[in-house]
């Protein structure tokens, strides 16, 4: 929680008062709205739940209510400013804190393991990123920085795929103590065998079908895409352009040229699945996603992570916002799954071709709108975590999802193909 709460500070001091009241984007709320929601969700759930404690301001229950007010709505509200959404978030922790130091950490199901207070640190984090969108959506110069990836780096296999044999094995989680709703319960799921990209999808593999015509050709598109496409003129990844012959991208403030090496980002569910059709390849389901990263043939069981059971380490996985961009395609050795794929941990999202529904045996905990109301053929998974992710709110189990549209986030792929 303390991590995360510095986190929230370093976004959100980084500008001043005026960016942060305002939308730089319809798509996103303004900074100030995440800050003070931050520290109502963690009054309502510690404090009001865990707590027993009445509401501090229950006047402004409402307006931080996620689903009360579309984002592009809440900069009507009369939200707090600055100082005070910044007043209560300290205030509302330094009661948490006091709370955390005599509430036995057992006994119910919000509280067993402190599941409440990871809920809560995952929560944060989770805000974290998507402030971190808003700062990307954010016009004007730089005002983050963070120094760009020394990974460990060994030069891509000279095979751009692995195997993963057909079978069973054990999706989802029944143990993880912090693990979400949509994460349990663990079951058994069974696969084809298939082939996995060894890294995410490249800029300059992305770069191929751009310049082969491939967001003028509506074969390679879904209906949907393709009406994407027409409608809003769409022809290379979100922040990319062409400038006297060169690919540039903005990113965080600075323009760049495209890096050939890294992951390609700002890439929609349909930009995704039109490029593996090009390819001659498909994105992989959401179970084959997980079983090429944690099924390990060796011991027949499913690992937390890729590499093990161990948590994630910088050695092992771009994560946690110390970089503010992918690491190139093949970094991470020591992040390797079972089956030889690489940055299938950090670095970007990775869209999978599977709609977002529930496991068998689901149970909507410790509230229906976390996962239960987003359930549906509407949302597509996203799975892995990206450079933006705390470690806290990521693991091999974890599932994002986000409508098919969705191209602000820090999201690329990698691609199967069936076995003979």
């Known amino acids: 929680m303390t991590a995360a709460r510095a986190r929230t500070a370093g976004l959100t001091d980084a500008v001043t008062d005026a960016d942060l009241t305002a939308q730089h984007s319809p798509l ?33 229950d409402p307006l931080y209510d996620a689903f009360a007010h579309p984002r592009a709505e809440r900069p ?62 954010r016009q004007g110069p730089p005002v983050l920085g963070a120094p760009d990836p020394g990974a460990p780096y060994d030069p891509p296999p000279a095979v751009s795929e692995v195997l993963v044999a057909a079978g069973e094995f054990i999706m989802g989680t029944s143990t993880e103590p912090w693990a979400l709703d949509n994460e349990r319960p663990a079951h058994v799921r069974e696969t084809g065998a298939f082939f996995v990209d060894t890294t995410p999808v490249t800029n300059a593999a992305f770069l191929a079908f751009v310049e082969d015509g491939g967001y003028r050709e509506p074969r390679w598109w879904a209906p949907e895409g393709w009406e994407q496409v027409r409608r809003h003129g769409i022809g290379a990844p979100l922040f990319w352009r062409r400038e006297a012959g060169q690919w540039l991208r903005r990113r965080f403030g600075v323009v760049e040229p495209v890096p050939a090496e890294e992951p390609v980002m700002h890439v929609s569910w349909y930009e995704a699945d039109a490029w593996a059709r090009w390819a001659g390849r498909r994105l992989p389901t959401e179970a ?62 990775e869209w999978t071709a599977s709609d977002f529904l529930p496991y068998p045996g689901f149970r909507a905990f410790p509230y229906r709108e976390y996962s239960e109301v987003f359930f549906g053929p509407g949302h597509k998974v996203l799975r892995g975590g990206s450079f933006a992710v705390d ?22 792929f990698r691609t199967v193909r069936d076995a003979a």
């Open 391 to 412: 470690p806290v709110a990521c693991r091999g189990t974890f599932r994002n999802w986000d409508l098919p549209v969705r191209r602000q986030i820090f999201a690329g």
């Open 288 to 349: 084959e996603w997980e079983k090429a990263a944690r099924f390990d043939p060796a011991s027949g069981r499913s690992r937390r992570y890729p590499w093990g059971d161990a948590d994630p380490t910088p050695e092992r996985a771009n994560l946690g916002q110390r970089h503010l961009r992918p690491a190139r395609a093949g970094s991470y050795p020591a992040g390797a799954s079972p089956a030889g794929a690489r940055q299938l941990i950090g670095d970007v999202w």
């Open 76 to 137: 009507s509200l009369p939200l707090l400013g600055p100082a005070q959404a910044r007043r209560y978030a300290a205030e509302v922790r330094g009661r948490v804190f006091d709370l955390l130091d005599r509430v036995p950490l057992e006994g119910s199901a919000l509280l067993d393991d402190g599941f409440a207070f990871g809920m809560i640190a995952q929560h944060e984090q989770q805000h974290d990123e998507t402030m971190l969108i808003t700062h990307q959506l």
């Open 28 to 60: 996103m709320s303004p900074l100030v709205w995440d800050l003070a929601h931050i520290g109502n969700q963690e009054e309502l759930w510690l404090l009001r739940r865990v707590g027993g404690r009445e509401a501090m301001h229950p006047e402004i």
